[in-house]
Every structure is written in C-alpha cells, then in structure tokens.
C-alpha cells in the first residue's frame, strides 16, 4: 500500500512539474521573442550602419576620382590650347625669327594696361623681354620679374611708348599708349598721307622691340592746322578679352 502512494506521488509529481514547466514556458515564451526581436534589431540596426559607412566610403573615392577626372581634362585642354599656339607659331615661322617661351595669361588689371603671366627669372625671362601673340601680333614686354611670374606692360599703358612704321610705306612715327587699352601713332608730318585701316607694326629704331611685329590698324585721322603732326587713333591687334596664351622673345635668331 505504502508503496502504490508512493509511487502515485511520484507521477503526480513528475505530471505537477510538466505542468509547471509548461506554465513557466507559456510566459516566457513572448519576452523570449521579444528578447530575440530585439537581438534581431539590433543586429539590423548594426548592419545598417555599416552599410551605410560602407557606401559613404565609396561615395567619397567616387568623388576622388572625379576630381582626378576633371584636373585631368583642364590639363589636357591646357595641353590642347598650348599645342595650338605653338602649332600657330610655327605655322607664321615665328620659331625661325625668335627663341620663344610659352606663357599663360593668369591676371589682368585693365584700368593700369597690366599683366600677368605664370612664367619668371626661373624660367629665364628677364625685364625688357617683348611678348607677343602667335599670330605675331605686340602685346608689351616685361615689366617686372619673379621668381614664378611676370608683370607685363601692355603697349597700350601710357607709360609705353615705342618706335612704329606704317607696313608697306615709308611713313614712321612713334607709338603711345592712352591708357584703358587704347593707343596712337604720334609724330607723323600731317603731310602724310594715312588710311583708315592701315597696318602698323614695329620698327627697331629704338631697340625695344624687334622690326615687324604687328601693333594694330589705323581707326582714325586727326589732324589740326596749329599741330604739325597728326594723331592717328590705332585699335591694337592684340584683344585682350580673347587671348590666354603669350609667347615671351627671349632671343632674336634674325
């Protein structure tokens, strides 16, 4: 008898701690997915953020690489424009006359007739040194040098002035500058006959600039019964607002 009670008190207790556990499951069950969602989350969460690391680090090459792109196209288009110039000096013979450097335009001051260029003493240039176009038109010469760039007197500077002839007549006279890129032939007879049109270039009289180089055509005539000689407004050859690129005369082969 004693041992039926026992063993009825062993089952039920076996059947009780089912019961119990099943209880104890039953609660647990939804914190233990809650706690799982969250883990999940979590690790969403995580992931998410190493993801989106992950994209702005490739964002941030993405635009490396197209700011390498674009500095490699501006310096073959510098390439392309300097290879022009030198393609249009050689074209014109300009090698044949005149050792040249290449420079370009990097600053202009209109209202002083100044400019400046990315080339100085290191690479050989010194005060005085005409530049010019490739179209082998006169843009000024040398005014100051450093060591990485120049300062160019523009021939229009009222501070310029310089020895000129009329091309293909024996007409000379003496080129200054106005000022605000305008500039003149001054000490011509009034005798002398002169066209609207007519080509100026240099003469090397004065030794500041070689014989030939264009300076301008003539705008205008003036003339004055008290003056004995003419004023002759010249619209300069060279624009300013066009050009980039300059050539300096660093020595003359002629």
Do not use: C, H
């Not at 530049?131 to 160019?152: C, H, M, N, P």
């Not at 032939?185 to 004065?206: H, M, P, Q, Y």
């Amino acid at each position: 008898m004693v041992g039926i009670l026992v063993i009825s008190a062993t089952f039920s207790l076996v059947f009780f701690q089912k019961e119990i556990k099943s209880f104890f499951f039953s609660i647990s069950s939804p914190i233990q997915k809650n706690f799982w969602g969250m883990g999940d989350s979590v690790s969403g969460f995580f992931g998410s953020i190493s993801e989106g690391k992950r994209i702005w680090q490739e964002n941030e090459e993405l635009k490396l690489k197209i700011q390498s792109l674009i500095a490699e196209n501006v310096a073959l288009l510098d390439l392309k424009k300097e290879n022009e110039s030198l393609r249009g000096a050689l074209d014109l013979g300009l090698k044949n006359e005149f050792e040249l450097s290449f420079a370009e335009i990097v600053s202009k001051d209109v209202s002083q007739d100044f400019i400046l260029i990315d080339k100085g003493s290191k690479d050989g240039l010194e005060k005085g040194m005409p530049v010019i176009t490739w179209q082998k038109a006169l843009v000024g010469r040398i005014y100051e040098v450093y060591d990485g760039f120049s300062k160019v007197i523009l021939i229009s500077n009222k501070e310029s002035s310089f020895d000129a002839q009329i091309s293909g007549q024996d007409i000379s006279g003496v080129v200054k500058g106005k000022g605000n890129l305008s500039l003149y032939l001054d000490f011509v007879a009034k005798e002398e006959e002169i066209k609207k049109d007519d080509i100026v270039i240099t003469t090397a009289l004065s030794g500041i600039f070689p014989a030939g180089i264009l300076v301008g055509k003539i705008s205008d005539i003036k003339k004055s019964d008290l003056e004995p000689f003419q004023e002759d407004g010249i619209l300069p050859t060279f624009d300013l607002k066009a050009e980039r690129d300059v050539f300096i005369i660093t020595n003359y082969l002629k």
